[in-house]
């Protein structure tokens, strides 16, 4: 049977992340908004967090073991994902800009604890770490990236260019990804830790953004930049075939639902500030009205609060699924899609509402609404995620169904 109550360690931890968002984020949610590419250094609080700078190393038995799925041994788990999916939530609601610039948790952190050896987490693993897939001519297909890394001696050496790059300027390193054989297509993509510093690496220029200003987003150019050989992240053989490509995507399985969970974080903000502002006209919530009985205002905050529901199920379900080894492609592309589309629409509709207190920079609503947009372009576009679904649906691959 479902139990679709929070276990109490859960609702605890969910409390103790809202408060932090309360009286940490919201307080300077607009100074960093008006300060774009300025380090909130309020942030330094979280590299003292064991959690931000103790990366474990893997434990050899638990890699060896095979996976279990759920209900055996002991059953359904809540594990990593499913709280880290509650957290982000959580901080979100308190700004989602911040949260992307939390020290040492970039995109490049997850990749690393994935795939890279305990002598890579040993080197890098106390360090922040970007992700740089994007390239001028190469977004949603990053099958077709054509930065190259080509091996000489004891060093790889890159060549290319990268754009949009989240925590550019305050990364320590980046996982760039290259090709080491255009040739073999998806195949050939590979991922490397390139430190800053490197000769041959360099931060071109960061972008004035819509949202989420408190996070720095940049160009790097890559000319002739050598890196030790040990800094590929996984294998460096390329195998035909489109499996060892997946296998690098599978990060997003785990990441989508994160960007889900941020969207749905930025949506409950806007949802109760809905309601304060309705509370201070005057007017009160009454659950049990009859429909026919209600206005159209009280219509769309229901609507929106069932959609909120609805964002949420399917993000936990996703994050679930991870924790319990299941496969979760298609959920994981289910709950971004609906996510980051459902806050585009719910924060807009919210600052409609509201009104001028919507629209003026006294409040946060106008902000919010710019913060939603990017849930639904990174870590994949609203379209790319329903092209995933549609493959996943209809049993087709990525050249079949394009
Ligand atoms: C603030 C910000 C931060 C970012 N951070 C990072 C980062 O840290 N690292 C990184 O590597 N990248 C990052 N990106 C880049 C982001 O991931 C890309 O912008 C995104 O993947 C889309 O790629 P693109 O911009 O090249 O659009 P394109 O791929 O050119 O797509 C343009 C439009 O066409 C649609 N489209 C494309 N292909 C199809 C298709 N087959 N079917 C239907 N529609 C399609 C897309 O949905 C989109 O609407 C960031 C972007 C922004 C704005």
Not at 127 to 150: C, F, H, L, R
Not at 308 to 321: D, H, K, Q, V
Not at 337 to 359: F, N, S, W
């Amino acid at each position: 049977m479902i139990d679709l109550n929070m276990p109490e360690k859960v609702e605890t931890m969910q409390n103790n992340m809202k408060n932090l968002a309360r009286s940490m984020f919201r307080p300077i949610s607009r100074k960093y908004d008006e300060a774009e590419h300025e380090y909130p250094k309020e942030l330094d609080f979280f590299r003292n967090l064991p959690i931000m700078n103790k990366p474990k190393k893997k434990d050899p038995a638990k890699t060896a073991a095979p996976k279990k799925p759920a209900g055996e041994d002991g059953g359904a788990k809540l594990g990593a994902n499913l709280g880290l999916i509650f957290s982000t939530e959580a901080l979100c609601w308190g700004d989602a800009a911040l949260l992307l610039s939390l020290p040492n948790a970039g995109l490049g952190n997850a990749a690393l604890l994935a795939v890279g050896t305990d002598e890579q987490i040993e080197r890098f693993g106390k360090k922040w770490i970007a992700m740089a897939i994007t390239e001028p001519q190469s977004g949603s297909d990053s099958g077709s990236i054509s930065t190259t890394a080509v091996l000489e001696g004891d060093e790889w050496v890159l060549n290319g260019e990268k754009i949009f790059v989240t925590c550019a300027e305050r990364s320590d390193a980046v996982v760039v990804w290259a090709t080491v054989d255009k040739a073999a297509g998806k195949a050939g993509v590979k991922s490397f830790l390139v430190e800053k510093g490197t000769p041959g690496f360099k931060l071109e220029k960061l972008e004035h953004k819509l949202g989420i200003r408190a996070s720095d987003t940049g160009t790097f150019l890559l000319n002739n930049c050598r890196i030790p050989k040990n800094n590929i992240l996984g294998s460096a053989e390329v195998k035909q075939g489109t499996e060892g490509f997946k296998g690098v995507m599978k990060t997003f399985d785990n990441t989508r639902p994160l960007v889900a969970a941020m969207a749905n974080g930025i949506a409950s903000a806007a949802i109760d500030f809905l309601k304060e502002q309705l509370e201070k006209t005057g007017a009160k919530l009454d659950y049990k009205k009859n429909v026919h009985n209600l206005d159209s205002v009280e219509k769309a905050y229901y609507r929106m609060e069932a959609e909120l529901e609805a964002m949420r199920l399917l993000t936990w379900r996703a994050a679930w699924m991870a924790d319990n080894q299941l496969s979760n492609n298609l959920e994981a592309s289910m709950s971004k899609a609906k996510a980051g589309r459902m806050a585009t629409l719910i924060t807009q509709e919210v600052c409609d509402i509201c009104g001028p207190v919507g629209y003026s920079r006294k409040y946060l609503a106008e902000k919010w609404m710019r913060d939603s947009k990017i849930m639904d372009i990174f870590e994949g576009t609203g379209q790319i995620q329903h092209l995933i679904v549609a493959r996943n649906v209809l049993k087709l691959n990525s050249s079949e169904l394009r």
